[in-house]
């Protein structure tokens, strides 16, 4: 028993260091990857660098890893004989050069070629003050804002901020659309990418006030909800115009409510006047249908009969109807 228990000990022990030497084998060949090769910059590239064989360089990159717009080599980068090609943004050294951070063969590395599908690009006129002291960049978020003035129905002059835009990309500041340029410097101009529409609303408001910009936070293009800002929300309103608004609030709803007991009261006169003109009609039509004419029964005896005037043929009757009166020719009954 004790040697064949020895026996399947060491039958046991070689079974087992086959099947684990079989299973780092296939874990091997799992983690193997076909290899190729991706264009990278040799050196650092800014907006508008012509890209050369001395630029660039390829490395070695796992073929399931290769980003979307990768070169695989230099020569199908710089494609010969079609033109140089030219960098639109700044690429790092040893970052892969893809596609859509250079121009097309023959292409220059001009403003269009960085704008997005169905954008548009729109300048706006800053200063020291409105372009945030120079510290705006081309690739910098920022927000649009509008002041302008305007004139209330009592002739006063009212002045209000609002965010006209969100998020707004900036493309280039005065002529620079270089990314990679670090230094402020204070601009005149600031040009910024939008949809159609947007760029109508800035060329508006252009000339309806004073545009400015917010710089955002880089990872910031989220809009939110914004409210229009007025100088009453800036220092509040002192005692004495509150009380001066609260008075004249309750002189307008003192001067409401007599206005409306006022056209209580008409309104119940000429519903009056109105009814005494209906019951005087009811009246006159009562007067004006014939009469039976009284029985006359025959007496055989002398009388003295007093002979009467006859009374004229129509009599004149006046009716109110609502504030006027009217006046009517009618028959006389006998």
């Known amino acids: 028993m004790i040697v064949l228990a020895g026996v399947f000990g060491v039958i046991a022990v070689v079974l087992a260091n086959l099947w684990l030497a079989g299973q780092r084998g296939a874990l091997a060949a799992k983690g193997e990857a076909p290899s190729n090769t991706i264009v990278v910059a040799a050196v ?20 399931n890893a290769v980003p979307a717009g990768a070169f695989r080599t230099t020569g199908e980068l710089l494609d010969g004989d079609k033109g140089g090609r030219q ?31 169905g954008m548009r690009a729109v300048s706006i006129r800053v200063n020291d003050v409105l372009g945030v002291a120079g510290f705006v960049f081309p690739g910098d978020r920022v927000d649009v804002l509008l002041t302008r003035k305007v004139n209330n129905n009592d002739g006063s002059e009212q002045s209000f901020v609002d965010v006209l835009l969100q998020g707004v990309k900036v493309l280039a500041v005065d002529q620079v659309a270089d990314e990679s340029s670090e230094d402020p410097t204070v601009v005149k101009a600031v040009t910024v990418e939008v949809d159609t529409k947007d760029a109508q609303k800035l060329t508006l408001a252009a000339g309806a006030g004073q545009l400015s910009l917010a710089l955002r936070q880089v990872a910031s293009a989220q809009g939110e909800q914004t409210e229009r800002v007025t100088l009453a929300d800036l220092i509040g ?7 001066k608004r609260k008075a004249e609030a309750e002189r307008l709803a003192a001067l409401e409510a007599e206005r409306r007991r006022a056209e209580e009261q008409f309104t119940g006169i000429r519903k009056d006047i109105q009814n005494l003109g209906d019951e005087f009609d009811d009246k006159l039509k009562a007067l004006q249908q014939p009469q039976a004419e009284p029985e006359v029964k025959e007496v055989v005896k002398e009388v003295v009969k007093y002979v009467e005037p006859e009374p004229p043929a129509m009599a004149s009757v006046g009716v109110f109807r609502g504030m006027e009166r009217q006046v009517y020719e009618v028959p006389r009954t006998k």
Request: aromatic share 4%.
């Open 44 to 63: 650092p590239l800014k907006f508008g660098d012509v890209l050369s064989s001395d630029k660039l360089r390829e490395i070695a990159w796992p073929d």
């Open 87 to 117: 960098a639109l943004q700044a690429i790092g050294a040893n970052e892969p050069v893809l596609a859509p951070k250079i121009t097309g063969p023959g292409q220059r590395a001009t403003l269009s070629a960085v704008l997005g599908e």
């Open 237 to 243: 309103e002192s005692p004495d115009e509150a009380a």
